[in-house]
């Protein structure tokens, strides 16, 4: 059997793993209700999900107020707070566990999300079999957040390890749905794959650079197969 180039692949969250929008529009509402401010339909959120809580919670205010910090700050804590209840109302996209599946029969799979991590693994757990991430990694204080590849540059130093010898940044491949993947991506010297079933149109997606679509999971398996898998 043919031995495979690619020997981790490292997923997003919102938008590629798991379609988490219901549970994002809930929690925000809430906070954004609490504080006497109007909130957005999904399709509203969807536009600015993928950047990061700091980005996602200033963009989600009324412009005028994107500059105080006190209410920023209050807003996030209180989001936070509210998606603590919400983060279940979260589906995987059909055909998708079936493919992961199978890719983890063949080489190793993780996660790696702007979302905080204390939701990365349990969102993880909860919608996905024990054991089919090797890692996952969300957003923490002591380092940045996307598209810096500093999570999936320790993502692949465990894989490394893991494996027993050294993995290059270019024998993996990192699925996402956002430029932000994109750009992390290249930024760590991985290669991009980017799906069109999550919150970014598959037009926009082709305009980032030369990489591969998918716009189904068997599709994402396919062109995977094509890269050396």
Known sequence: MKQSSIKLIIFDLDGTTADTLGGITAAINRALTACGLPGHTEEGVRR???????RFVAEAVPEKLRHDDALLAHVTALYLDAYRDTYTMTE?????????????????LAMNSNKQD???GRLAEQLYAPGTFMATEGFRTDR???????????????????????????????VGDSDID??????????????SWGYRPYEFLRSLGDQPIARTPAELERLLNDMGL
């Open 48 to 54: 600015f999900v993928n950047y990061g809580t700091s």
């Open 92 to 108: 995987v996209y059909p055909g998708l566990p079936a493919v992961l599946d199978r890719l983890g029969q063949r080489t190793l």
């Open 118 to 120: 204390e939701f990365v």
């Open 144 to 174: 940045p957040g996307k598209p810096d590849p500093a999570a999936a540059l320790d993502i692949l130093h465990r894989a490394s390890v893991l494996l027993g010898c050294a993995v290059a940044p270019d024998a993996c491949v990192y």
């Open 182 to 195: 994109y750009m992390t991506a290249c930024r760590a010297g991985m290669r991009p794959l980017s799906v």
